[in-house]
């Protein structure tokens, strides 16, 4: 097969989706009807359980079964088609946010019965600002939820993209009859299936048939063709240039828990989704048909057995073709490595692969070398852009509780930035290490893991600080005598980038009113502004 063939057929994506909206579920009918796994619950609910109170081994246990779904692939209709999974957990959403960056595609699952939420509205705005494509799969259609044209016109004013239906639901909860798909002029008629594969269609070519009043009744049937009439009046014919552009997201309903509605999701899918795109470097946009490999690590794994120290970093390979036992350039460290065991993931089992292509995902053995972001090539020294850090919620000052373990800390804390774990920031005098997070849990997490993989004891002591937020400028004088004046709020970033750490929006207001010359970013995102 020829290269273009391989990245044509690839589709890289992921579901998000608010917790509890049906992401597992999907993902698990998506990957029955792929063959890759025979029977339904064999994916592990990969959430961390809702518990308020979080429990720490819990998450262990399921890092464990994070790992083996982290990227889930499969083949359907001629398309290899890769699910980068994202955390549920809110907590996790800089991981997710992260994973975002290696997909090329999104589908977005809502709950017919909550609408848009918070959630969602987030992992949308970070899906706007690299114009992913979208495709919006409404969930638990055999519950009672909100009215179908309500919830678009949230989907629209909530997520600001606009919608398109591609299948049409008939009824709902007790009276939901099934789905009819505008696209092909299609019935499909809803019988509760948990496990199986097969649905009933009926191909219904002109809706004024009468084939359709036999087949659901003549109230549901005129209600259908009353709504099917409005939806071509209110919103335009289906425009993939524009689904690939990010500007119209496809809205398909169903149930996924019943295995309903999901088939006619993943054949449009595999035939409107985009194949492998390219990514946007320092120097230079690289294409997947370019002919050396190129490749960004957007996430790394600690500890997957605890007997071996190994991390895993997840490579997205961007250009050219990944081999094993090749040596390739580590960008970031002017290093030549080579990988003897790079891993692919078919479902739950790894594998160690030989090569991999455009779209593909592959695991790679580290012992310490790479941190999110890095970049690998075939020579050139190029780096990725858009791997961006989100302003943390939580900040805490890390105290060292045994001074004789002070390296070990250091050690550890680094790692686990690297890792993507939280930020820190690094403030004077005295060098103090602030480290931000979007959620408590993290801290759980780096209390426990630094303890139990370096050795190493430390407390946390609350800051109220409640945004970090980029400065640049050109004005090099009003930066100077803003950071006389804050001194307690200015601090460095990994990668030296002077940060402002607001106690209250209030106060991030003031300063950009007193300092009219300083940008004060959100995301570390500015970056792909200004190289
Ligand atoms: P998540 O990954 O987005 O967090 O959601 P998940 O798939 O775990 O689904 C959340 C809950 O919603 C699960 O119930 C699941 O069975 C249910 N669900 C998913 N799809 C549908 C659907 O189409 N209709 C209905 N009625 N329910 C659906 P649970 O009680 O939390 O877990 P479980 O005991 O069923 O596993």
Not at 46 to 63: G, L, P, V
Not at 295 to 316: E, Q, T, Y
Request: include cysteine; aromatic fraction near 10%.
């Amino acid at each position: 097969m020829s290269h273009t063939e391989e990245i044509e057929k690839r589709r890289t994506f992921g579901i998000i989706s608010h917790p509890d909206a049906g992401k597992t579920t999907l993902t698990e009918k998506l990957l029955l009807f792929g063959g890759a796994i025979q029977t339904a619950g064999a994916v592990k609910n990969n959430k961390i359980k809702k518990t308020a109170t979080s429990d720490f081994m819990e998450i262990e246990k399921q890092r464990g079964i994070s790992v083996a779904t982290s990227v889930m692939a499969f083949r359907y209709s001629g398309k290899q088609i890769n699910i980068l999974d994202t955390p549920g957990h809110k907590d996790f959403a800089e991981d997710t946010f992260r994973t975002l960056t290696a997909v090329d595609s999104v589908i977005l699952v809502v709950d017919v019965a909550n609408g848009v939420e918070k959630q969602t509205e987030r992992l949308m705005e970070v899906c706007r600002m690299r114009n992913t494509p979208v495709i919006i799969f409404v969930n638990k259609l055999d519950r009672d939820g909100k009215e179908s044209f309500d919830l678009l016109d949230e989907l629209e004013s909530k997520l600001s993209i606009r919608v398109r239906p591609l299948t049409w639901p008939i009824g709902m909860g007790d009276y939901f009859k099934g789905v009819y798909n505008l696209y092909e002029n299609k019935l499909n008629l809803f019988s509760a299936n948990k496990t199986g594969i097969s649905n009933d269609f009926v191909p219904i070519e002109n809706l004024a048939d009468s084939q359709l009043d036999d087949l659901i009744g003549s109230d549901a049937a005129d209600e259908l063709r009353g709504e099917v009439e409005m939806i071509d009046g209110v919103y335009d014919p289906f425009d993939r240039e524009q689904y690939l552009a990010g500007e119209v997201a496809p809205v398909f309903f169903g149930s996924a828990m019943n295995n309903f509605g999901v088939k006619e999701l993943l054949d449009t899918f595999c035939r409107i989704s985009p194949s492998p795109r390219g990514r946007e470097t320092d120097l230079r946009l690289v294409e997947p048909s370019d002919a050396k490999f190129s490749g960004f690590v957007f996430k790394i794994h600690a500890n997957l057995d605890p007997k071996h120290r190994d991390r895993i970093a997840f490579l997205r390979i961007v250009s050219g073709k990944f081999q094993r036992n090749t040596f390739y350039n580590h960008v970031r460290l002017e290093k030549k490595m080579k990988f003897p065991n790079p891993t692919s993931f078919m479902a739950q089992d790894k594998s160690v692969i030989d090569e991999a292509y455009p779209g593909d995902v592959v695991g790679l053995y580290d012992s310490g070398n790479f941190k999110i972001g890095d970049t690998l090539s075939e020579g050139e020294k190029i780096m990725f852009k858009g791997i961006p850090s989100f302003s943390p919620e939580i900040f805490m000052e890390l105290e060292n509780l045994d001074p004789m373990k002070s390296k070990q800390l250091d050690k550890g804390v680094r790692q686990l930035m690297d890792e993507g774990v939280a930020q820190m920031f690094i403030q004077q005098p005295g060098n103090r290490k602030i480290i931000g997070t979007v959620g408590q849990l993290q801290f759980e997490v780096i209390n426990y893991r630094l303890e139990h993989e370096y050795g190493a004891k430390c407390r946390f002591a609350p800051r109220n600080y409640t945004k970090a937020c980029w400065i640049t400028t050109d004005n090099e004088e009003q930066l100077a005598s803003f950071k006389r004046a804050k001194t307690q709020h200015i601090a460095k970033d990994k990668d030296d980038n002077i940060v402002f750490l607001a106690e209250t929006p209030f106060l991030l207001q003031m300063a950009e009113q007193d300092y009219p010359d300083l940008t004060f970013h959100k995301t570390s995102e500015f970056k792909l502004e200004t190289i």
